[in-house]
């Protein structure tokens, strides 16, 4: 059933990896200039934009405990709860431990890099419902892709590539408590 299940979520990665590079294939350069971007509904802004007109994203260290993500700014705290595997694997990236077989975001680390895709940034970017939402800004040349991305996975990644992680401020000073 293990093997079952291994072979499953690794052709996930790898099916996510191909949809993830024929998007590449059909951009065409930046993103689009803000005078185009008003016009557009907005799913289709890009992260880089969103930077320029909406929420502020601030750097943030990411500590990680048995059951939970810390993210941190200064002396703001908000934790994240979510699964041990997933903990684990995003403790793995950042003391860059690989086991003997890669597991799904190593997998998709070494699609990313065999490919020369750059992870320019991950971004925790709203707070819904309970439910955090994250982004990725992936770069091939002069050609980017914004993907929205479950944070525990972004986060995992993240670790892999040394991606500098954001946050949306209002979610840190919403969700965010003393730690000082």
Known sequence: MKKVFLVLAITMVAVAGIIALQKFSQLSGPPTPSSV???LPPEKIS????EKQGPQYVSIDVEVGPDRVILKRNCTVVAVSTSRSKAFSIKKGALNVTEMRP???????DILSG???VVEKVVIDAYVNGI????MLLKKGDQYLDLDARPSDALAIAARLHTPVFANEEILNALGTNAC
């Open 132 to 135: 955090f939402y994250a982004r």
């Open 37 to 39: 971007i008003e016009n």
């Open 103 to 109: 597991d799904a975001h190593d997998l998709l680390n």
């Open 47 to 50: 992260l880089i934009e969103k």
């Open 115 to 117: 490919y020369d895709i």
